[in-house]
């Protein structure tokens, strides 16, 4: 079994699972390639105003990347090489996913399961969660742009501890350094990661896409930045019909429909 990564979609909301309960959803290969694909089913799905990413089960969002496969496929050489190219490929699609992605973390969320929650937009875990990048305890450098998103969110000296250390930490330290956004009690969860969504799902879709987009490249330097798209974001919004719409609901204290337009 190499597992899986299976998308389920209902109610403007995409529904994407790592499918590994044997080896609690440590990501193969050929997920890391399943991965790409759906997220860029989910991007060119203009139904889609959020995304759940999560692992089967309750027992762990990912125990990092499938180490039954390092010997054959992450080696020191273009093997090894082509590996991390693939799971790069995959961040950047979940990255590139225009609206807004929440990780949902139950159980263990190590090595590649933390690379894979950062590119999401919030992550949200039970408190019996458990987050390690054991990189060092394993004897290969944890890749590069992982680790410049790791000191981005958490900062240098936490990002340094997690991996000198590989040491696990809970969901309250998690919280503490800024790795997870919020913690709930685990039956707690998955119902809140879905309230939470259903509200977002009622704000203005084109709002949220250019948010998400101008947010992500505020982190970048300016010469990197893509201005040009920028503006044509925030000048769609200005544009929109969903801009009159909720102007006309504000005003008459009614509840707006946005049509995404």
Known sequence: MSGSVDLAKKDRIAYLYLNNPEKKNAISTEMWEGLVAKAQEISTDSNIRAAILRGHGMSAFA????????????SPSAEGST??????AAIAAIKAIPVPVIAL???????????????????????DATFAV???KLGISYPTPAIERLVKLIGFSNAKYLLFS????????????????KVFKQEE???????FVASLIENAPLSLRAAKFIIDQSTLEQHERDLEKIHMLARACFE???????????????KPNFQGR
């Open 240 to 254: 929109s019909d969903d801009y009159k719409e909720g102007v006309r609901a504000f005003m008459a204290s009614e």
């Open 83 to 88: 590996y991390d190219s693939l799971t790069e």
């Open 63 to 74: 125990a990092g990347a499938d180490i039954s496969q390092f010997e054959e496929k992450r």
């Open 166 to 181: 590989g040491k696990r930490i809970g969901a309250q330290s998690a919280k503490e350094v800024h790795l997870v956004d």
């Open 134 to 136: 054991p990189a060092a």
């Open 105 to 127: 973390i139950h159980g263990f969320c190590l090595g590649g399961g933390v690379s894979l929650a950062l590119a999401c937009d919030l992550r949200f875990c039970s408190n």
């Open 189 to 195: 969860l998955d119902e809140e990661v879905e309230s």
